[in-house]
């Protein structure tokens, strides 16, 4: 049976992401894990003038910091540019679900 990760790895996840410097922001965070299969996908804001090249390598870099405490998991990562629907942040409940996850104790 399907289910989503629990609440610490959720929020571990988000802080790993969250470090690279030239994302502005994680938004519409989906997880699961089906049997030993984990899998997460989500949209990140970056500089909307940044290069498909370069978006590329950032998701690399990203990708890579977060198998590091993650190994094996199927990561998507959808790179949106900074503002492009004039809600930053995307879908409102899903930022605030990620910012509830980072300011839990």
């Not at 571990?12 to 965070?29: S, T």
């Not at 870099?61 to 990561?75: H, K, N, W």
């Amino acid at each position: 049976m399907d289910k989503e990760w629990s609440v610490e790895e959720r929020r571990h996840f988000l802080e790993i992401a969250l470090r690279h410097p030239e994302l502005r922001g994680i938004h519409d965070m989906r997880t699961r894990s089906s049997g030993p299969e984990r899998f997460v996908q989500f949209h990140v804001s970056v500089d909307p003038d940044m290069t498909v090249r370069h978006a590329h390598q950032v998701m690399d870099q990203i990708e890579d910091a977060l198998r590091q405490d993650f190994p094996g998991v199927e990561i998507l990562i959808h790179p949106d540019p900074y503002g492009h629907d004039g809600r930053e942040e995307g879908d409102p409940l899903r930022a605030a679900e990620s910012r509830r996850l980072l300011d839990e104790d």
